[in-house]
């Protein structure tokens, strides 16, 4: 069983930076594609950014490109998500995500939160303006 611990969610202001962190155990990360997602106040859950097992293919949300940045660390079993250039409209819970195991196309990666086997129980970011 994959299990993801998100981290890293807080109070800041617009503007500032943060990091989240996705910890992952019962299985290798390097199997699986990644992504985050988020669900702000009254609204659906939606896609942020993927990676694929290698992290050589990344997605992000029209929303958060050019800001927000995907990264893995296959050794650390670990995903982070840099946030910066924080917005109010940014304001939601954060979720991780597992997609796999992959066994083949490792370039493969998915924007619908459907496509994911596992998740996180998410943490709260929170931009004041």
Known sequence: ???LVESGGGLMQAGGSLRLSCAVSGRTISFYAMGWFRQGPGKEREFVAAISRTGGTTEYADSVKGRFTISRD?????VYLQMNSVKPEDTAVYYC???GPILTNTFRVHTADY???FWGQGTQVTVSS
């Open 1 to 3: 069983q994959v299990q």
């Open 74 to 78: 296959n050794a650390k079993n670990t």
């Open 97 to 99: 995500a597992a997609d």
């Open 115 to 117: 496509e994911y086997d």
